[in-house]
């Protein structure tokens, strides 16, 4: 079965300490994976997304996620947090049926 | 990059009105439109896949004839929230995917905040 598992229901993280969301995925073939922010009673912005390439992704926001395909895992990472940093973070990965599956969000807090 | 909208942001209405959701993709064509829900501090829940010209495909436990379900152009697609009832507040989200062939990615509306009293 297609899925996409974030273990964590929320993360703490001191201001200017890394982060690191984890995520991890099953789905057949090549996966097309997806990192979301949702900020409170918004929509969602793109962070950043791997389709093929390099295993590390650069996205916005400082943001960068690691591919690892031995493990199924796109872990979302930022080397120093910022309070701002502060939201609900969304992996995705594209099924067979080109519908994003979604993970059920992790909650990022960074306390100043 | 690509921008999509929706109108309203939000709104508030009665128990028994029906309220319309506008989700327009502003600088390219989307043949497909999904619709999502969100609940409070939960996932996003996929109600319906919108091809421009025909019919929405629902996912299982979505009422088609409570959702109505329009893409009538490949910049525009409506869902229409029938004899709204307290249950079906939440957040409603339209994603957009440009036509092409294989995999495009989706664009994301900011949300429309339904309240129904």
């Known amino acids: 079965a297609q899925s996409v598992a974030q273990p964590e229901d929320q993360v703490n993280v001191a201001e200017g300490n890394p982060l690191t969301v984890k995520c991890t995925y099953s789905?057949?073939?090549?996966?097309?994976l997806f990192w979301y922010v949702q900020y409170p009673n918004r929509g969602l912005q793109f962070l950043l997304k791997?389709?093929?390439?390099d295993n590390l992704v650069k996205g916005s926001y400082g943001f960068e996620a690691e591919f690892n395909k031995s493990q199924t895992s796109f872990h979302l990472k930022k080397p120093s947090a910022l309070v701002s940093d502060s939201a609900l973070y969304f992996c995705?990965?594209?099924?067979?049926?080109?519908?994003?599956?979604w993970g059920a969000g992790t909650k990022l807090i960074i306390k100043p | 990059g690509a921008v999509v909208s929706q109108h309203p942001s939000r709104v508030i209405c009665k128990s028994g009105t029906s309220v319309k959701i506008e989700c327009r993709s502003l600088?390219?064509?989307?043949?497909?439109m999904f619709w999502y829900r969100q609940f409070p501090k939960q996932s996003l829940m996929l109600m319906a896949t919108?091809?421009?010209?025909?019919?929405?495909?629902?996912e299982q436990g979505v009422e088609k004839d409570k959702f109505l379900i329009n893409h009538a152009s490949l910049t525009l697609s409506t869902l229409t929230v029938t004899s709204a009832h307290p249950e079906d507040s939440s957040f409603y989200i339209c994603?957009?995917?440009?036509?092409?062939?294989?995999?495009?990615?989706?664009?994301f509306g900011p949300g429309t905040r339904l309240t129904v009293l």
């Open positions: 994603s957009a995917r440009e036509a092409g062939l294989g995999y495009n990615e989706q664009f």
């Open positions: 600088d390219f064509q989307a043949t497909t």
């Open positions: 919108s091809n421009e010209g025909s019919k929405a495909t629902y």
């Open positions: 789905v057949s073939g090549n996966p097309y």
């Open positions: 791997y389709i093929t390439g």
């Open positions: 995705a990965v594209i099924g067979s049926n080109y519908q994003l599956i």
